[in-house]
Antibody, heavy 119, light 111 residues
Framework: EVQLVQSGAEVKKPGESLTISCTIS????????IGWVRQVPGKGLEWLGF????????RYSPSFQGRVTLSVDKSINSAFLHWSRLKASDTAMYFC????????????WGQGTLVNVSS | QFVLTQPPSVSGAPGQRVTISCTGS?????????VHWYQHAPGTPPKLLIY???HRPSGVPDRFSGSKSGTSASLAITGLQAEDEADYYC???????????FGGGTKLTAL
């Protein structure tokens, strides 16, 4: 069974750093892209970017380039989303998902990680 | 300001047919990239309804169907049920952005 399990909710202050994780099971980690999507409360879905675990080929949405960093650790079948300096506007639910290619559909999703950035 | 344009809301009576449009451009849908559709309740992961323009994943009722023509795509829901109330999003790839994009989302209300 394909599963993507994300790390738990986080409460942070503006300016702090944060890394959230997405650990997969039930398929070959290096065979599919991992995408990251967020939903700000009351708003729609937004792409942050995606990464191919085999070679760490990464594509960022122009809106998030330079704001977040995607990475993977193949030894533990995990993908990561990192912020070096959080802003209050980063408060959102973040989802990881599996896709077969950069133009593919997101068939499997993590349960979501709620990030709350507040002073 | 979304690259893929959806109506903010649609509604229908139980049992009726509703459609949700997704209008793109020559750099995404019109360039031949597939359109995918999701059903989403806030706080939960989106659920894939349609992939590759008109294919249903296992377990998705055949009340849901997708189509694509030119620079637009549509999701149709027949036999509308109260449980269909949710937000619906289209997704495609844009070659100018070199990345995937979502539509702005459509809130479906069952009257």
């Amino acid at each position: 069974e394909v599963q993507l399990v994300q790390s738990g909710a986080e409460v942070k202050k503006p300016g702090e750093s944060l890394t959230i994780s997405c650990t997969i099971s039930g398929y070959t980690f290096t065979g599919y892209w991992i995408g990251w999507v967020r939903q700000v409360p009351g708003k729609g879905l937004e792409w942050l970017g995606f990464i191919y675990p085999l070679d760490s080929n990464t594509r960022y949405s122009p809106s998030f380039q330079g704001r977040v960093t995607l990475s993977v650790d193949k030894s533990i079948n995990s993908a990561f989303l990192h912020w070096s300096r959080l802003k209050a506007s980063d408060t959102a639910m973040y989802f990881c998902a599996r896709l077969p290619g950069v133009a593919g559909a997101l068939h499997y999703w993590g349960q979501g990680t709620l990030v709350n950035v507040s002073s | 300001q979304f690259v893929l344009t959806q109506p903010p809301s649609v509604s229908g009576a139980p049992g009726q047919r509703v459609t949700i449009s997704c209008t793109g451009s020559s750099s995404n849908i019109g360039a031949g990239y597939d359109v995918h559709w999701y059903q989403h309740a806030p706080g939960t992961p989106p659920k894939l309804l349609i992939y590759g323009n008109n294919h249903r994943p296992s377990g998705v009722p055949d009340r849901f169907s997708g189509s694509k023509s030119g620079t637009s795509a549509s999701l149709a829901i027949t036999g509308l049920q109260a449980e269909d109330e949710a937000d619906y999003y289209c997704q495609s790839y844009d070659r100018n952005l070199s990345g995937s994009i979502f539509g702005g989302g459509t809130k479906l209300t069952a009257l």
